[in-house]
């Protein structure tokens, strides 16, 4: 009897907790790869960290704080575009001939 009794009180392997693994995860390389890729497929790239004075810095929060789905990224992307990328006609009005010195 003692051991028909052992049998029965054995006790429950460890409960495995969390999410089951799939074995499929990335690496953080591989999520970084594919990040870049997709960035690069939209046209976009990515700028290293910038060093800028603290008053620019409250300038775009305040810029991007009421503007509806625009990110940082956003921001900047259109400020630079519209001061260094903006389209020139290349027109420009002539110098006057006449010289001021006599």
């Known amino acids: 009897m003692d051991s028909i009794a052992q049998e029965g009180n054995q006790p429950k392997p460890p409960a495995k907790r ?10 953080a390389a591989e999520r970084q790869k594919r990040r870049l890729a997709k960035l690069e497929a939209e046209g976009k790239a990515l700028l290293p960290q910038v060093v800028v004075s603290q008053a620019v810095q409250k300038a775009l929060v305040k810029f991007i704080q009421f503007k509806d789905g625009m ?7 259109r400020i630079v575009h519209d001061r260094l990328l903006r389209k020139r006609s290349g027109k420009r009005k002539p110098k006057s001939k006449q010289s001021t010195t006599n």
């Open 18 to 27: 969390g999410r089951p693994s799939s074995g499929k995860a990335l690496t």
């Open 71 to 77: 990110t940082l990224g956003d921001a900047l992307d």
